[in-house]
């Protein structure tokens, strides 16, 4: 070992293409690791739009009015509700009772 580190010869071919290796893996694992991201990035973005979205159509105020049956303790009550945020999948959704 201590004739190869006062050696003068410079590095041998196996040594180089093991260190070209190394970078390429490591390169190669970087890379993988920002498309991830990017692709967590993308997905986060789309689900807060979404969010937004629904929201925003909950506050606005544009809804679809209906009524809602409530059984409890032996009586029925219904009230005039309208629905705001209509969603496809009904994820995010505000009542108002409606006041005539």
């Known amino acids: 070992m201590r004739k190869k580190l006062t050696s003068r010869h410079g590095e041998t071919l196996l040594e180089a293409?093991?260190?070209?290796?190394?970078?390429?893996?490591?390169?190669?694992?970087?890379?993988?690791?920002?498309?991830?991201?990017?692709?967590?990035?993308?997905?986060?973005d789309k689900a807060v739009d979404e969010y937004y979205k629904e929201y925003n159509a909950a506050e606005s105020g544009a809804g679809i009015t209906s009524s809602v049956r409530i059984d409890y303790s032996g009586s029925t009550r219904v009230i005039d509700v309208t629905y705001l945020g209509e969603t496809e999948d009904n994820s995010l959704r505000s009542y108002r009772k409606v006041t005539t």
Do not use: Q
Not at 22 to 43: F, H, P, Q
């Open 17 to 44: 293409l093991i260190a070209v290796l190394i970078v390429a893996l490591s390169a190669a694992l970087l890379a993988t690791m920002v498309s991830a991201g990017a692709k967590i990035g993308r997905d986060a």
